[in-house]
Structure formats: structure tokens, C-alpha cells
């Protein structure tokens, strides 16, 4: 009688094990051999690294600390791929002896890579916004600090420039120059408000609304509350 596997063995296969709702393996069913060896190849591995461990200095430890880091238990290529393989045998089998339940599956398939393929779309979609929006943000800093550069520069020289006014020019004359100043001083405001508008404005909006657009579809950027409706 064989030797029953042992709890790192097992922990190995289940890592390793294709499962779906429809289908899920046994280790029963996977050459035990191979599973002992894998696991014997990697203890070896992971002694090996931990005597070198005190032996390596800090700075050249990365490789030896990922192989103590994943143990022996971590997911296996091979014993994955043999799993699969024996789905798709299973898979295979199923169509001439229960044809609804196969039917059932590959429809099960298809929506559940038509879900994977949204979701692709959908985080590309985020990815495209939020490169969008730093850019959108970049230039409005870029603009709002030219801004501030200009009226700082230009407030000092009014101010040198309205002295110099008030000091030569009497009572009447002074208070056309302050007229003056405070109505060039409210030009500067409103062309400062006005590029910070168009600035703002450059951010992608809802074709619907003018809520921030959060998703990009054929029809152009919708918000969350507009696609949820679409969809």
C-alpha cells in the first residue's frame, strides 16, 4: 500500500488544482510520485537557501529571502496544467453523455470570460481617466502658478506705479487713480477665475450630465449613474 501524502504534499496539489463550479480535482487522481518529488526538489532548495543565508550579506539576500518567503507549498505549473488537462478530458467526455450539462458549462464559460473581458475594459477605462485627470491637474497648476507668478509681479509694480500717481496728483486726481486701480484690480480677478474655469472644464464630463465622467463607452464618458442606467 502506498504511503499516504503528507500534509505539504497535499497543500501543494490543492494550491496547485484547477477547480470551477461545475468541476474540481482530486489528488487522487494526480500521480502521487510526482508530488513527492516536487516537494522533496523544493525542501532541497529551501535548505539550501537558508544555509546561504548566513553566509550572503544583506544587500545580496533578495533571491534567498522570495525562496524561504514561498516555502514549498506555493502553486506548481506542471500539476496546474495536468489539472486542466484532466477538466478538458472530463469536458470532452460530457458532451456525449449528458449534452445540457455540457451546454451548461461552455455557456458558463463564455459569460464568465465576457465578465473578465468587461472588467479588462473597465480598469483600462480607470487607468485612461486618471492618466487624463493628472494631466488635466498638472496644466491647471502649471496655469494657476503662471498666474499668481503674473499678478504678484504686476501687483508690485501697480503699487510702485500708484505712489508714484498719488504723490503727483491732487485730491481728485488721487481718487481717480484709486477708482482706476481698483477697477484694473477686478479685471485681473476675473481673467484669473475665467482660466481657472476653462482649466477646470478640460476634465472629461458625462455626455448626459455634467457630472465628472467616469467610464468611457462608444457614445463618449458617462458617469457611474448613467452607465448603471444603460447597463
Not at 22 to 48: F, N
Not at 62 to 78: A, D, F, Q, S, T
Not at 107 to 124: N, P, T
Not at 157 to 176: F, N, Y
Request: charged share 35%; glycine share 4%.
Amino acid at each position: 500500500m502506498a504511503e499516504p501524502l503528507s500534509a505539504d504534499e497535499k497543500t501543494l496539489f490543492s494550491n496547485s488544482a484547477y477547480s470551477n463550479p461545475y468541476w474540481s480535482d482530486s489528488v487522487d487522481e494526480e500521480d502521487q510520485e510526482l508530488i513527492r518529488g516536487e516537494i522533496t526538489r523544493r525542501q532541497q532548495v529551501l535548505d539550501e537557501a537558508s544555509n546561504q543565508m548566513s553566509r550572503t550579506p544583506l544587500w545580496g539576500r533578495g533571491r534567498l529571502k522570495r525562496i524561504v518567503r514561498e516555502g514549498v507549498v506555493y502553486p506548481c505549473e506542471e500539476l496546474h496544467a495536468r489539472s486542466v488537462a484532466r477538466f478538458q478530458l472530463w469536458l470532452a467526455e460530457l458532451r456525449s453523455e449528458d449534452p445540457k450539462q455540457h451546454a451548461l458549462i461552455v455557456k458558463w464559460f463564455r459569460e464568465d470570460e465576457l465578465k473578465a473581458e468587461r472588467e479588462r475594459h473597465r480598469q483600462k477605462a480607470i487607468r485612461k481617466l486618471e492618466a487624463e485627470r493628472a494631466r488635466v491637474r498638472a496644466i491647471a497648476e502649471m496655469i494657476a502658478g503662471q498666474i499668481a507668478a503674473a499678478e504678484e509681479n504686476e501687483a508690485a509694480q501697480r503699487a510702485a506705479w500708484d505712489k508714484q500717481r498719488i504723490r503727483e496728483h491732487d485730491g481728485a486726481d488721487r481718487r481717480r487713480a484709486e477708482a482706476n486701480y481698483q477697477h484694473e484690480q477686478e479685471q485681473a480677478r476675473q481673467a484669473a477665475y475665467q482660466a481657472s474655469e476653462n482649466a477646470r472644464r478640460s476634465e472629461p464630463t458625462c455626455v448626459f450630465c455634467d457630472r465628472p465622467g467616469m467610464h468611457h463607452t462608444a457614445s463618449g464618458w458617462m458617469c457611474g449613474i448613467h452607465l448603471h442606467h444603460l447597463m
